[in-house]
């Protein structure tokens, strides 16, 4: 059986899409880990496809021990969210994941128009690490052990996410 998504999309999730989409992904990402740097174009292009269709909500789930500056990624892209950018610093980190030092997330956070102060002093608040804590934790809870990890309507998907067509088809078939 297919472990559940233990803690349900809330107002605390940075989501895209309409709340009233029939498919609601969630998916669990590492900014430094190269299977979600590859995850990032499909997701896009399944957005495009699906439109209104489809919820996409994403959780951090940084691996540290694999990838450096995984941990301080979230923490950028956390950061934004404060300043509501979340979503532009998200696809700046994954269409630059092999510069994540923190020279580069501060040239990011010039690139997308932040208060760069306001973000440095941000990225040290324990509210952005609490964030990414809890996203973390209700990762575990819900049984992700690598990532990207993908809920499909509360239910993890152990499908191939890799097949852009395929993964696009299984989407559309829960529309029905």
Known sequence: MSAQLK????????????????????EYGDYQCSYCGEAYPIIKAVQQTLGNDLELVFRNFPLPEVHPDAENAAKAAEA????????EMHDMLYENQQQLD?????????????????????MQ????????????????????????????????????????????????????
Not at 7 to 26: E, F, P, W, Y
Not at 128 to 137: A, L
Not at 152 to 169: H, R, S
Request: charged share 25%.
């Open 125 to 176: 608040k324990s509210a952005v690490s609490d964030k990414i804590e809890n996203d973390f934790e209700s990762g575990v809870r819900s049984g992700v052990n690598g990532t990207p990890s993908f809920f499909i309507n509360g239910k993890k998907y152990d499908g191939d996410w890799q097949d852009e067509d395929g993964f696009t088809q299984y989407l559309k078939s829960q529309l029905q």
């Open 80 to 87: 934004a969210a404060l300043q509501n950018k979340f979503w």
């Open 102 to 122: 923190e020279e580069h997330l501060v040239s990011f956070a010039k690139k997308i128009g932040l208060d760069v102060n306001q973000f440095k002093s941000d």
């Open 7 to 26: 803690t349900a999309v809330s107002s605390q999730d940075h989501v895209q899409g309409s709340s009233n989409a029939t498919i609601k992904l969630v």
